[in-house]
């Protein structure tokens, strides 16, 4: 290991930051005063590569406090965690939330992904910029930076943005749906801005007893771990420790439930394959960074009832042999970190986490870490690397994190929808369960819509409804031209296809992808060209760059739009050509499904919609 510091110093805020989480350095190796009796010691071997997973929470630690990450903060933070820097520094530029270059203690986000740009995310940036007298990306003269986002998982509110202020603590407001005057004040005023609304406005059927899922949201207090038990909470739980591990296992495999995050595989086959593995410590992870355009179903859940999501990280930990979990959470969902911070510590003070869990003698407990903005670590394995300190770069598989996940120890890894579905598995009983929904595609699902529609929000049907009557729960506006379905990395049909059944079998004989549930709705007032550009420059912004295929094809794939963005009919004809022959490369060759899937979208709109014609 190489391990060459510059002469940059830390300022003593930095230091600070960094010592608040790690504590104060034992030695001069670490970055304290030197004294003559450490120089005889150094802390490595195992002791120091059991800290690496600890430096993204310090790099979140940093720039948290100050708004960027200077190079005395990151050698500091290097020399306490034995991490070289050149490295560290790969994984801070990694990431989009991070700054290693200057820039003001105030940034305000401003989505300009799919739902926003809708609804007029290039106006709204113009006006901020003009109010603020500032350019995307710089400070100007207001101490404010402005900078485009992708998604920012408010679709429902769009179109948003996310102002976050360094300090001790950082400070966050959100502006959702953001005007002019509303995106400014929560970037120069955060503690000023109005409170978000309640997690049950993002649910029109909230309060509908036939719920499944989402029957919590807006009828039980969120933060109130006794109102959570009153209305069924930790039944499940109970049910599970008395049908013992395997028979948890045998229960969710009856069920027919499979992974909602979009590849659909089966969660029981994921973990009777997790704990069968004789190679111990078992790890589960939650995925918890949806990052799909067009997805916020998970930041409902962990803001609207986030014991539900407590209670069943700790089934699926004991069904597996886990007794440490991990929640990654995205870094744009303030509200929903504090509310899941705020569950596990009281579930931790009440019993239900920790060593001893109902008397039952299992111990688990959880430990949040912050994403900080990276599509890529949606991806099961890049989300791994991201927890151990590396780059989200996902693995060559085989091996299957099953069997090397997390730390080369078998892991199991579901997304949030996945495991509170856990829940009614338990409590109503596998053959009740399956019987909602179709035979392949069993019970409930979660569509997040936004667009066109006069009822934006994340909505519960069983599986089977078709596109047509979710559309019409969400009161589709008139002149639908078109439907994305699946996000970014999904697929658009005709406004005469909605009688497509939502099953993964039924889109699938459609051509098309269920995906994790996103549903888009576009009329005829939104150019569908710039609307590709967009799906465009997002894969070629979140590209990894790990694999040739996806990151040049994505970049030639924004190239090839951009050129016919304004060009139409026979002048198009070579790029569509060229388009086809890069997506084609792209989804056989790259190495994850991002590449893989870059190129569906556009691919649709060029043959189902006639985009260019």
Known sequence: ?????????????????????????????????????????????????????????????????????????????????????????????????????????????????????????????????????????????SGVSVER??????????????????????????????????????????????????????????????????????????????????????????????????????????????????????????WQATASQPDRPHHLVCNADESEPGTFKDRVIMEGDPYALVEAMTIAAYATGAHKGYLYLRGEYPRALHRMRYAIDRARERGLLGDDILGQGFAFDIEIRRGAGAYICGEETALFSSIEGYRGEPRSKPPFPVEKGLFGKPTVENNVETLVNVLPVLTMGAPAYAAIGTERSTGPKL???SGSVGRPGVYEVPFGATLGELLELADVRDGLRAVLLGGAAGGFVRADELGI?????????????????????????????RLLLRIAQFFRDESCGQCVPCRVGTVRQEEALTRIVERTGAGAADDIALLREVGSAMRDASICGLG??????????????????
């Open 1 to 141: 290991m190489d391990l060459r510091f510059g002469d940059s110093k830390p300022t003593d805020e930095e230091r600070a930051a960094v010592d608040a989480l790690l504590g104060p350095p034992e030695s001069s190796w670490e970055g304290a005063d030197r004294t003559d009796a450490d120089l005889r010691w150094a802390r490595g071997g195992r002791e120091a590569r059991d800290r690496r997973d600890l430096l993204l929470p310090g790099l979140h630690a940093v720039n948290d406090r100050v708004g960027w990450i200077s190079e005395g903060a990151l050698d500091y933070l290097c020399r306490r965690l034995t991490v070289p820097p050149s490295e560290a520094y790969g994984v801070a530029t990694f990431y989009a939330m991070f700054s290693v270059r200057p820039r003001p203690a105030t940034v305000l986000h401003v989505c300009t992904d799919l739902a926003c740009a809708a609804a007029g995310a290039g106006a709204l940036c113009a006006g901020i910029a003009s109010r603020l007298g500032t350019t995307p990306g710089a400070g100007g003269t």
């Open 149 to 270: 986002s992708p998604c920012l998982g408010l679709c429902e509110r769009a179109p948003a943005a996310l102002a976050i202020r360094a300090g001790d603590p950082a400070r966050t407001a959100v502006s959702a749906p953001a005007t002019v005057e509303s995106a400014v004040l929560a970037a120069t005023a955060p503690d000023a801005a109005p409170d978000e609304p309640p997690a049950a406005m993002a649910v029109p059927q909230a309060g509908d007893p036939a719920l499944t899922l989402l029957r919590r949201v807006g009828v039980a207090d969120p933060e109130s771990l006794d109102d959570y038990r009153a209305h069924g909470g930790y039944a499940a739980l109970r049910r599970a420790f008395a049908l013992g591990p395997a028979g948890v296992i045998r229960e969710v495999t009856d069920s027919g439930l499979v992974g909602r995050g979009g590849a659909a595989f089966p969660t029981g086959r994921k």
């Open 447 to 449: 569509f997040c819509v």
């Open 501 to 529: 059944p939502l099953t993964f079998e039924g889109t699938r004989q459609a051509g098309t992808t269920l995906g994790s549930g996103v549903v888009m709705a576009f009329d005829d007032a939104v150019p569908l060209p």
């Open 596 to 613: 893989q899937t870059a190129w569906n979208a556009v691919e649709s709109a060029i043959d189902r919609l006639g985009a260019y014609e």
